[in-house]
């Protein structure tokens, strides 16, 4: 980038992760959202008539689930929970509110952004798992019709609960300025490092630069 | 195919808030009467059933029971299920029931379809699929408590039994009924129907058949096709006939109770965000060079890239 004052965040193979695994999930997630509610039908329409849009669901649906495990492979040792975490969620209502300041320990993600890594993580695993189950055209032949029953209802389940965690990521997103950006060009300035992830600025980005003094480990 | 000339009282994946067609509420409940008592097993409604249906299902094995097609299939809506029993005496009965949709009040394939108008139920019970409306999730599958609904691999839509909707639609019995000869299928309104019931039961039991009655499941609040079984205490020795059938609560709880919470689940997390952002405003961050607070950072990073920060 040439720019001293941006610091590299998300690296390209992960934000192409990020935003195919976006796209394929916009058209899965409309499709089944207008099977839950009949009443949205018309969103079905994303993925074509309905007959076919039935068809491309579960494949797209794979495709969010392979995407989403390079994607944990890549970031998982980023959302491991640490101590300092406690920091964070003891500031919950500070961070909420937009009140900077303390330097609460944030590493690479928040505890919130830890959450939902495993929240995302673990309900596109059942998505998968139930949505196999209940894959009239392979799978659900093999598995008899009370189970197909309870895969539907934790598919619905899942699918909503994962709508609705996304749903707050995209808001997170809208609401930490910045951080968008840092999402498609893969970089953020070092003032928005500094404020959101406090001590990944401080032990993985500032000791780039020679400078002495504490280090975190 | 769409009945035109009947009330639909029922249309799957439809917001009750928007009427259906009721206009013409002359409409009589109608109902199939299957005497097990007089069937022979010739499977003669099996062939008529193909043929009025034009269905030709692909030709089976013999695989050691009388049950031929072994199973319902796309191209075969109704088999003769054939069930041997020894009774407490060590008397060998052979139980046979004309396997179909039982055309349930309240049926299951169609609280499940997720589809605008693949099933439709009419007022005088007959529930039907609307093929070209089907997309194939097999969903009716999961829904119906009498596992009744096959998809076709070949264009994967589901099919099933549609009580000859067409022939009932010019008055005509269905196809099955007209063809049985041994009188074992009636067709009528529902009310004659039971009442015929209610006569062979009662000659059955006289005939010393104690447990003779009518199958009519109130879990489904009823089925417009009823059996007369001499077993009626024990529906589930003719192969498996539900003894108290009903939409299982796991397919209610997906769609009477998660949709709702669902739909709530949405506007309160859009509600919560917006109202979030009117109150705090956006999380900006002060791009100008930290002052004396950010100093423990001990200039860490900021020094040689002051230069750099307006960039």
């Known amino acids: 980038m040439g720019n001293s004052n941006l610091v590299l965040r998300t690296k390209l193979i992960d934000r192409m992760f990020h935003w195919s695994m976006v796209s394929c999930f916009m058209l899965v997630a409309l499709s089944g959202l207008s099977w839950f509610f009949p009443s949205l039908n018309w969103l079905g329409y994303v993925l074509g008539p309905p007959q076919l849009a039935r068809v491309l669901h579960p494949f797209l649906g794979i495709a969010v689930f392979a995407l989403l495990m390079c994607m944990f492979v890549r970031f998982v040792h980023h959302n491991l929970f640490v101590r300092t975490d406690l920091t964070w969620f003891r500031h919950i209502a500070d961070v909420l509110l937009n009140k900077h300041g303390q330097k609460l320990q944030i590493g690479k993600y928040n505890a919130g952004q830890k959450i939902l890594f495993w929240g995302i993580m673990s309900l596109i695993s059942l998505l998968f798992v139930s949505g196999l189950m209940i894959w009239r055209a392979y799978f659900a032949g093999f598995f008899p019709i009370p189970v197909v029953r309870l895969a539907l209802l934790a598919h619905s389940v899942a699918g909503l609960a994962l709508i609705l965690l996304v749903i707050g990521h995209i808001y997170m997103g809208i609401w930490v300025r910045g951080s968008i950006g840092g999402m498609v060009s893969g970089y953020v300035s070092r003032a928005w490092a500094r404020q959101h992830h406090d001590r990944w600025y401080e032990e993985e980005i500032a000791p780039t630069k020679p400078l002495p003094s504490k280090r975190h480990g | ?311």
């Open chain 2, 1 to 311: 195919m769409g009945m035109q000339s009947q009330d639909i009282i029922r249309r799957s994946a439809t917001n009750g808030l928007t009427p259906l067609p009721q206009a013409r509420s002359h409409e009589q409940e109608v109902a199939k009467l299957i005497d097990v008592s007089l069937c022979t097993g010739c499977k003669g409604c099996q062939v008529a059933c193909s043929e009025w249906n034009d269905l030709r299902d692909e030709v089976g094995h013999n695989v050691g029971v009388y049950d031929n097609p072994a199973n319902l299939s796309a191209e075969t809506w109704t088999v003769i299920r054939f069930d041997e029993r020894e009774d407490e005496a060590g008397k060998l009965e052979w139980l046979l029931r004309k396997e179909g949709c039982m055309h349930c009040a309240e049926p299951g394939c169609l609280k499940a379809c997720p589809s605008p108008g693949a099933i439709l139920q009419f007022a005088n019970g007959i529930v039907d699929f609307q093929s070209e409306q089907c997309i194939g999730c097999g969903y009716c599958i999961a829904g119906c408590p009498f596992d009744i609904p096959r998809i076709n691999p070949k264009d994967n839509r589901a099919y099933k039994c549609t009580l000859c909707a067409d022939r009932v639609a010019v008055g005509q019995e269905p196809a099955c009924v007209k063809t049985c000869p041994t009188g074992a299928i009636s067709f009528g309104s529902k009310a004659e129907m039971k009442d015929l019931a209610a006569t062979r039961v009662e000659e059955l039991k006289g005939r010393g058949h104690d447990g003779a009655g009518l199958y009519d499941p109130a879990g489904v609040g009823g089925t417009h096709v009823m059996y007369v079984l001499t077993h009626a205490d024990q529906p589930s020795l003719y192969h498996r006939l539900p003894d108290s059938p009903h939409i299982s609560p796991v397919v209610r709880g997906w769609k009477e109770w998660l949709k709702p919470v669902g739909a709530l689940g949405f506007i309160a997390t859009l509600a919560g965000a917006f109202v979030h952002y009117m109150g705090v405003g956006a999380n900006t961050t002060d791009e100008t060079p930290p002052d004396e607070p950010e100093k423990e950072l001990e200039d860490a990073g900021q020094g040689p890239n002051d230069n750099g920060r307006d960039a």
